[in-house]
């Protein structure tokens, strides 16, 4: 299989370890390097996380970088009251002692990309967190973006509503600043002029329900990888149901990986997107549906999504149960769980 050269920019994070897990378990993906970010945990746990997961899966051979420890302009709000102090749900598993790359994230982002330019072999990323990293490259070296093939982006809402605010998703809202970058240089940049941000936002993403019976399907079919799933997603769950009645959990970052194998599992319209960066709806994706602004189209926002097909590829993936034999499970699961 020839693999897409992908970095994933993330804030491991419950949903971001999920995420980290589908993305090793698919062959489609090479990944060049994990680089972190402040978000739902400052950027230092957030590496130690990102090692935890690869030495779950048996791939500390991929480079794992620290990125921007600060939002650009705003103070930091991390997310700790949703993901645990240690940011995988109060799990405390062991440290990961290995190499510490000396490169910076925004820097492994930038030289990566400029020599994808020159070879004429370009890079993907899927941004899980904040994009303070993102911003920072684009701010010191715009014309790097020549060597960026696809750009997805978990982060925002179109039609459904916030999540730290009634209008913000956590990811855009605790840097607004940099989102509104980025996507204003997908607007106005012309190495940027023939690519969208692919917007995996809580649209579809707030569709992607972990709950207690699919977990307990989990632990039966892999009983090793679903009680570790089991336990760090138990903090998670207990946040979900206290903060938005849900029995279960949302998991949004895995489905941003999904997509990225399986442009089928989602759809959504293109739009041109800003990012308010103040006042009352600090954070907000402001998504031009309507073409109100006539601009310049620089997302494709996703706005339907099919939980079944991508609970599927997880299970296939992550847990290793072929697709037909937990379609039929699946389906009466969830439906059991929708009633």
């Given amino acids: 299989m020839n693999a897409k050269k992908v970095i994933i920019d993330c804030d491991p994070g419950i949903d971001d370890a999920l995420a980290l897990m589908l993305a090793l378990c698919s062959p489609e993906l090479e990944i060049l390097g994990i680089t972190v970010v402040s978000g739902n945990v400052p950027a230092k746990k957030g590496v130690a996380n990102a090692k935890k997961v690869l030495h779950w899966m048996n791939r500390l051979d991929i480079p794992v970088y620290l990125g921007e420890e600060l939002p650009l302009v705003r103070p930091y709000v991390d997310a700790m009251d949703t993901h645990g102090e240690d940011g995988l749900g109060e799990s405390h598993y062991p440290e990961i002692t290995n190499q510490i790359m000396d490169e ?89 002029q023939d690519k969208k941000i692919h917007m995996v936002g809580l649209d579809v993403t707030r569709k992607i329900v972990l709950t207690p019976n699919i977990l307990e ?104 149960v072929h697709p037909k034999v937990s379609c039929s499970v699946l389906e009466q699961i969830m439906k059991g769980d929708s009633q």
């Fill in 104 to 192: 910076s994230g925004v820097e492994f982002l930038t030289h990566t990309l400029k020599n994808a330019a020159q070879t004429d072999d370009p890079v993907s990323i899927i941004a899980l967190g904040p994009l303070t990293n993102l911003a920072k490259v684009i701010q010191e070296d715009p014309q790097s973006l020549a060597g960026l093939e696809e750009l997805i982006s978990m982060g925002g809402s179109y039609q459904s509503h916030g999540n730290c605010s009634p209008v913000a998703e956590y990811n855009y809202w605790c840097d607004p600043h940099a989102a509104e970058i980025v996507y204003r240089a997908f607007e106005d940049l012309p190495v940027c």
């Fill in 217 to 320: 399907y989990m632990c039966y079919v892999n009983p090793q990888i679903g009680e570790r799933i089991r336990k760090i997603t138990r903090f998670y769950f207990d946040f979900h149901w206290k903060q938005e009645g849900v029995i279960g959990c949302v998991i949004n970052d895995p489905l941003a990986v999904a997509y990225f194998v399986d442009r089928t599992l989602c759809s959504g319209i293109d739009a041109c997107t800003r990012i308010a960066t103040d006042g009352l709806c600090i954070g907000q994706s402001v998504v031009d549906g309507f073409d109100f602004w006539h601009g310049h189209k620089n997302s494709h926002v996703l706005t339907k999504t099919s939980p079944l097909a991508f609970m599927q590829m997880f299970f296939d993936r992550v847990l290793g």
